[in-house]
């Protein structure tokens, strides 16, 4: 076998394929574009799944890439040998033009003349076929005749060996694999064995029929191939490693964290695991923040699942004893050294993805170290009385307070032999999400004529957002307002209060305004709803419970955390 750095393979990819009349189509953002029903792409043909079901290409019917994509539904596996977040796919493609012979002929020239694997150590397997289709005896043959040893072809059933949508083109797959130099494990033992003797290094799917509604196939006209050989997996083995954060890819971070932490990889299982997870999820972070969709942590969709492989980044960071600026370094090291050249939109948005990281990681960090804190005196309690499972409500008061994600409670929980009760956590969700509600009815009490009382206010008075930073703050009253202008409002009174500084978020942009509370002293003022007033101000709906407030008080502001998670 040859060596390559990842920057080789992929060049070496390409390449191979261009003197072969391909065109390389480059890349398309991680994040979907909706059309295929999934918030990121998950595989390299996904993008091209419209010229796969028969739209005709603008860039021919030869074509290659390499596709980064993002996966995160086995998100728990992530911390061994071999399972990443972000990933990149290798990938060719047939669009009526060329069928089986010139593809198996290709894949052998591929793994022998380029990545230098001989013969005695390939297998290869096809579809056995079943009641729907018949066994692919014309590729068994094309690999054969491309040079495989007959004896190391294999007929795997529709489940190992057939691709294929609900209905649409669809047809067998083959796989190619590498055989260890090891006894086998038993007298079944082949490729999709878990033993260890097998490694897949890539795969040619053989789009050759279309299934119609009524399950029944018959032969396509045009007949396409989707090739797909995953970056990570043949570096790693290439390089005589079957751990892809032994590569280049993450060989420099893991360096950094060994001589930032004193940790050193592969020591301590325990502190490994945390630096896998780390290296993975700050990088899978960096390329989505970086992608030309320029994604952002937020509470729902794909902006979710990036806020949560941030904030496990970070309890994984902390676990080796790193700081945030470490963890920035980090981001550094993937945008200026690994990716530089193969990905050039993290150079170009290198401010913006370092700026949006360091926000929330300082988000999460400011409550991270109090939730901890939380959590072990949750778990305290729960294995004092032999417990088996962390109570819903004790997630949600995690989740709401702290901003731990619901699976970051259940993770941890897992490394303690604990289970979440997390159709509690639903209901305390639900029960919160119902008391926002409530509160947005409240609102609608803020009459017109509320409003309309500030406008005879000075230009000058304003107010300034500080909730992207923090959700409690100190500011002046500069204006009270009960259907008209007032100095104080007292107890039981239902009126807008307006500050020169707020960490508040007024409603807009379908998105619900916080509520809270505004205190000093013995006032109380609770705080229902937060909307956005003509001039640059922002007015607190809601009650005085108790005291008195006036026009030119120093208050301190306190957002309900729990509105800004649920919204």
């Known amino acids: 076998m040859k060596q390559f750095t990842s920057k080789e393979l992929r060049n070496t990819w390409k390449e191979f394929y261009k003197e072969r ?65 972000f990933f990149e796919m290798m990938g060719s493609w047939s669009l009526g033009d060329y069928f089986k012979e010139e593809r198996c002929k290709w894949s052998y020239e591929l793994l022998t003349e380029v990545f230098g694997f001989d013969r005695d150590h390939l297998a290869a397997t096809v579809f056995a076929g079943d009641e729907n289709a018949p066994r692919d005896e014309e590729g068994a043959k094309c690999r054969i005749d491309s040079g495989f040893k007959p004896e190391n072809i294999y007929y795997l059933p529709a489940e190992d060996n057939w691709w294929g949508l ?70 790693a083995f290439l390089n005589g490693t079957k751990d892809v954060y032994k590569t280049d890819l993450f060989s420099s971070v893991i360096a950094y964290v060994e001589k930032t932490s004193g940790a050193k990889y592969d020591a301590d299982d325990d502190k490994t695991r945390s630096m896998r997870v780390l290296a993975d999820h700050m990088r899978t972070s960096v390329m989505l923040i970086g992608d030309e969709a320029r994604l952002t942590p937020s509470n729902g969709g794909a902006g979710y699942v990036l806020r949560r492989l941030i904030r496990r980044a970070v309890r994984h960071g902390r676990i080796l004893g790193l700081t945030t600026e470490n963890l920035l370094d980090i981001a550094k090291i993937f945008i200026d050294e690994v990716y530089s050249d193969s990905y050039p939109n993290l150079v170009t948005n290198r401010d913006f993805v370092l700026k949006e990281l360091k926000k929330e990681i300082d988000r999460f960090t400011a409550t991270l170290e109090n939730g901890m804190k939380e959590f072990k005196k949750i778990l305290d309690t729960v294995l004092a009385f032999a417990g088996k499972s962390i109570a819903g ?38 029960e919160q999400k119902q008391k926002a509600r409530d509160n947005a009815n409240f609102s609608l009490k803020a009459s017109s004529d509320d409003l309309a009382a500030f406008k005879g206010l000075d230009e000058s008075v304003v107010t300034e957002f500080t909730g992207y930073e923090k959700t409690e703050d100190a500011g002046k009253v500069v204006a009270i307002a009960s259907s008209e202008l007032i100095d104080e409002a007292g107890e039981g009174l239902e009126c807008v209060i307006v500050t020169d500084r707020t960490p508040f978020y007024a409603t807009m942009g379908g998105q619900k305004g916080d509520f809270g509370c505004i205190n000093a ?47």
């Open 166 to 235: 609900e209905y649409g083109p669809c047809g067998p797959d083959s796989e190619m694999f590498y055989i260890a130099d090891v006894p086998d494990c038993g007298p079944n033992c082949g490729p999709g064995c878990s033993c260890g003797k097998y490694t897949e290094l890539g795969n040619d799917v053989f789009m050759q029929y279309e299934k119609h509604k009524d399950g029944h196939l018959t032969p396509l006209a045009k007949k396409n191939v989707d090739t797909g050989w995953g970056l990570e997996r043949n570096l």
């Open 393 to 430: 409500k004790d997630a949600f008061y995690l989740y709401d307070t702290f901003g731990f994600p619901l699976e970051l409670t259940v993770e941890m929980a897992d490394e303690q032999g604990l289970s979440v009760d997390e159709a509690g956590f639903e209901k305390s969700m639900e």
């Open 21 to 85: 009349g391909h065109v390389d189509v480059g890349a398309v953002s991680l994040v979907s574009d909706g059309s295929t029903g999934v918030m990121f792409n998950v595989a390299g043909m996904q993008p091209l799944m419209p010229y796969l079901l028969g739209q005709k290409h603008p860039m021919g019917t030869r074509l290659c890439n390499v596709q980064g994509c993002v996966r995160t539904n086995d998100i728990d596996s992530v911390g061994d040998k071999s399972h990443v977040t």
């Open 521 to 567: 002293g013995n006032f109380e003022f609770e705080v229902k709803d937060t909307v956005k007033i003509d001039g640059g101000r922002v007015g607190h709906v809601g009650i005085v419970k108790s005291g008195k407030v006036k026009t030119g008080d120093t208050v301190t502001l306190t957002v309900d955390p729990a509105n800004r998670t649920a919204t």
